[in-house]
């Protein structure tokens, strides 16, 4: 838990909540904190873990970082693969799939800080308002609306401080709705009604800054249409585990993919815990079906990280080891091959 992106106090909370619930369920649990100044493959050697829940959210935690790390130590760990964590936390690519594999998502572009200059010619006619998001982040951080040229400017500066690439997406009149997914299997959806009317950060962590409706207040065959769209979504990337997909119902029959979080938040306001308490899952049973999933995705050979060169001696310069390493191979070349041994 923890980590380096701007998430990190929402992962510790995940962390910390997950962490009693498992212990509860009589797990030894080691709390890891990620971004501490410790070095991250160090305290999990020293921890001894047969397992690791992921509560990490955001950049270097839910991007494949630590995913990859993982997969070297041999430890087998809760959520997607590396591939699909990064895919997913990569809005421009997770988009490009969605495209790829005919998932509808909100039109959009691309814009960097050069952009600015001749923001109107890279705008065009793509029209107000819009949606404007960091490439990279996660929990709504540094999204903003914008009504018009001097709004857009603004807010693609306050997405650049977060990430050198931003999106800016077509704003959607619709109801926005959560399908949360565990193992491929739905566990059912849950309508977010901010009253700000924007799901931003603040309204995601602020207790009554946002209410939430389960069943959303949609047709029953507009809810399976958006659960059989989450599904397609979360097949695109690849994901597996515990998944939580955001989505558009709109009034015209129309549905849109906006992103597939991969590790999402499990602090007593998250989304994902209210979807599975609405079916009958309580939070703790809930944590104990996120941990039974837990895998390694690479199929990478055991101790794969110890198959390196041995650390070279201090002492010894690279010139020295290079040279003797020559020797070596020539002993070895110049040797008669005996029958039976290769």
Same mark, same amino acid.
């Given at each position: 838990?923890?980590?380096?992106?701007?998430?990190?106090?929402?992962? $510790?909370?995940?962390?910390?909540?997950?962490?009693?619930?498992?212990?509860?369920?009589?797990?030894?649990? =080691?709390?890891?904190?990620?971004?501490?100044? #410790?070095? %991250?493959?160090? @305290?999990?050697?020293?921890?001894?873990?047969?397992?690791?829940?992921?509560?990490?959210?955001?950049?270097?935690?839910?991007?494949?970082?630590?995913?990859?790390? @993982?997969? $070297? *130590?041999?430890?087998?760990?809760?959520?997607?693969? &590396?591939?699909?964590?990064?895919?997913?936390?990569?809005? *421009?690519?997770? /988009?490009?799939?969605?495209?790829?594999?005919?998932?509808?998502?909100?039109?959009? !572009?691309?814009?960097?800080?050069?952009?600015?200059?001749? %923001?109107?010619?890279?705008?065009?006619?793509?029209?107000?308002?819009?949606?404007?998001?960091?490439?990279?982040?996660?929990?709504?951080?540094? &999204?903003?609306? =914008?009504?018009?040229?001097?709004?857009?400017? /603004? =807010?693609?500066?306050?997405? $650049?401080?977060?990430?050198?690439?931003?999106?800016?997406?077509? !704003?959607?009149?619709?109801?926005? &709705?959560?399908?949360?997914? *565990? #193992?491929?299997?739905?566990?059912?959806?849950?309508?977010?009604?901010?009253?700000?009317? %924007?799901?931003?950060?603040?309204?995601? !962590?602020?207790?009554?800054?946002?209410? !939430?409706?389960?069943?959303?207040?949609?047709?029953?065959?507009? &809810?399976?249409?958006?659960?059989?769209?989450?599904?397609?979504?979360?097949?695109? $990337?690849?994901?597996?585990?515990?998944?939580?997909?955001? %989505?558009?119902?709109?009034?015209?029959? +129309?549905?849109?993919?906006?992103?597939?979080?991969?590790?999402?938040?499990?602090?007593?306001?998250?989304? @994902?815990? /209210?979807?599975?308490?609405?079916?009958?899952?309580?939070?703790?049973?809930?944590?104990?079906?996120?941990?039974?999933?837990?895998? *390694?995705?690479?199929?990478?050979?055991? +101790?794969? =990280?110890?198959?390196?060169? /041995?650390?070279?001696?201090?002492?010894?310069?690279?010139?020295?080891?290079?040279?003797?390493?020559?020797?070596?191979?020539? #002993?070895?070349?110049?040797?008669? @091959?005996?029958?039976?041994?290769?």
């Amino acid at each position: 838990m923890g980590g380096v992106s701007a998430e990190r106090d929402v992962s $510790l909370r995940t962390g910390e909540g997950v962490a009693k619930a498992l212990e509860e369920n009589g797990h030894d649990v =080691a709390r890891i904190t990620f971004g501490s100044g #410790d070095s %991250l493959p160090d @305290l999990i050697r020293l921890a001894r873990i047969d397992v690791a829940f992921l509560a990490l959210h955001g950049r270097g935690g839910e991007d494949g970082c630590v995913q990859g790390l @993982l997969e $070297l *130590l041999g430890v087998p760990y809760t959520g997607s693969s &590396v591939l699909a964590s990064a895919l997913a936390m990569d809005k *421009l690519k997770a /988009k490009e799939m969605f495209r790829l594999h005919n998932v509808p998502t909100p039109p959009y !572009y691309v814009a960097r800080e050069e952009d600015l200059a001749d %923001l109107e010619d890279v705008h065009g006619s793509f029209g107000f308002p819009v949606i404007v998001k960091p490439r990279g982040e996660g929990s709504s951080v540094g &999204v903003s609306k =914008a009504g018009d040229m001097g709004e857009l400017a /603004k =807010a693609i500066e306050e997405a $650049l401080r977060h990430d050198a690439c931003v999106l800016v997406e077509r !704003y959607i009149v619709a109801s926005e &709705v959560h399908v949360g997914i *565990l #193992d491929g299997r739905v566990l059912g959806a849950i309508e977010v009604v901010p009253k700000s009317g %924007l799901y931003d950060y603040h309204a995601k !962590y602020t207790p009554g800054a946002t209410e !939430y409706i389960s069943p959303p207040r949609i047709p029953a065959t507009r &809810v399976r249409g958006a659960m059989m769209l989450a599904e397609r979504a979360t097949r695109a $990337l690849g994901c597996t585990g515990a998944c939580r997909v955001d %989505l558009l119902v709109t009034p015209g029959e +129309n549905e849109y993919v906006l992103e597939v979080n991969t590790l999402p938040g499990m602090t007593p306001t998250s989304l @994902l815990p /209210k979807i599975a308490a609405a079916g009958g899952m309580d939070y703790g049973v809930l944590c104990e079906t996120i941990l039974e999933s837990a895998t *390694l995705h690479a199929k990478l050979p055991k +101790n794969a =990280a110890e198959r390196g060169p /041995k650390p070279r001696p201090s002492h010894v310069s690279v010139h020295e080891v290079d040279a003797s390493e020559r020797r070596r191979r020539m #002993d070895e070349e110049s040797e008669p @091959l005996k029958t039976g041994t290769r």
